[in-house]
């Protein structure tokens, strides 16, 4: 039950406070969303006597172990494994902050995630796509742009925001023609890496860097670079060869073609380039769960499986995700630029 201090959060709406709250914590609007469309999922079938085998109407501050379980027993056989404990995850927050903070007494969702832990799997079995059936998936994406973002999410394994975050300065190539048009590769840490991309740790959403408001954030722990083999070159080349102009003075890589002409891509223009084919490969399908839907976050789990298995070297596959700090590089020789880039031409996979 809401606690009754004038301190303590408004109980009449304890979802539209929790939201709210994550968008002062800088959560993204489509993180927001998701969360807002599960939790009044939840709490309409709690507050419908008819609905809640209780058969009573219960308030969210009110409801108990049973009600959230019962709520998790509607979602079975209507929705993927995988999907049913990310929707348990979202209560167990949302229950979790406001107990926090006061506005609950108890968090009934503490124990039904406990036991959901032992019987769902976090992990799920993904599609699996070959190179092959990958070559062919790219083959048949001929506008410039959108080829050139899927390319690049395939062969870097970069988080969709990443993508979304860089600018031209991000990309050093080595071409006459395109250098001559662009002022690529002006990170000092590209310095003498000729066809390489950086991707910094300090991008996040809300701070301006380079000049504009980021509305994305990237999730490295440190700054990378990456390697752009020849494949790779000649997509991105293509790409600026026709990009419109932008009137951001951090001159963003992607950049609209459609209705937000010349404006930066976000996360959501990416995920719908991606969702749009993937959806005419037979590889997506709404309402679909992590198993079955090829998105830009599988890319990045096909980028990850295939380098691993081919190069067995875990350590750079795991810095060219930026899921390690530079204490991995210690590991390896003191020529580590050098070591990352022979690895990755080596193993890279072919797309086209």
């Not at 970069?158 to 860089?166: A, Q, T, Y």
């Not at 026709?242 to 003075?249: A, F, L, V």
């Amino acid at each position: 039950m809401a606690a009754s201090s004038p301190t303590d959060p408004n109980p009449d709406d304890p979802v539209g406070y929790f939201l709210q709250d994550l968008l002062y914590h800088g959560k993204s609007e489509r993180t927001r969303d998701a969360y807002e469309r599960v939790l009044r999922r939840f709490e309409a079938f709690i507050t419908d006597s008819d609905r809640n085998p209780s058969g009573r109407s219960v308030a969210p501050g009110e409801a108990t172990q049973r009600d959230c379980m019962a709520w998790i027993h509607t979602l079975r056989g209507k929705n993927a494994e995988s999907t049913i404990a990310t929707y348990a995850a979202y209560l167990h927050r949302f229950y979790a902050y406001m107990t926090q903070v006061g506005a609950f007494e108890s968090n009934p969702m503490a124990l039904v995630v406990e036991e959901m832990n032992e019987s769902i799997d976090k992990d799920p079995t993904r599609r699996e796509i070959s190179v092959a059936q990958m070559r062919e998936f790219v083959d048949g994406i001929s506008h410039p742009l959108e080829r050139a973002v899927v390319c690049t999410l395939l062969k870097t394994g970069m988080r969709v925001g990443e993508v979304s975050n860089l600018d031209v300065r991000d990309v050093n190539l080595t071409d006459e023609a395109i250098q001559s048009a662009y002022d690529l590769g002006r990170r000092p840490q590209l310095g003498g890496r000729p066809d390489s991309i950086f991707i910094g740790a300090d991008a996040v959403r809300g701070n301006v860097v380079n000049g504009e408001e980021r509305t994305a954030s990237n999730k490295r722990k440190r700054e990378t670079i990456v390697p752009v083999d020849d494949e790779l070159r000649k997509v991105l080349l293509r790409w600026l060869a026709i990009r419109p102009d932008s009137q951001s003075p951090a001159e963003p890589l992607f950049v609209s073609t459609s209705g937000n002409w010349g404006e930066r891509l976000t996360p959501k223009m990416v995920r719908n380039i991606v969702e749009r084919h993937a959806r005419e490969a037979g590889w997506y399908r709404t309402g679909g769960g992590a198993e079955e839907n090829v998105t830009p976050h599988y890319f990045r789990h096909f980028f990850t499986t295939h380098l691993r298995d081919r190069t067995g070297d875990r350590g750079i596959v795991k810095y060219l995700r930026g899921d390690v700090a530079s204490d991995i590089i210690d590991t390896y020789t003191h020529n580590w630029g050098d070591r990352v880039r022979e690895v990755y031409e080596e193993n890279i996979y072919s797309l086209l």
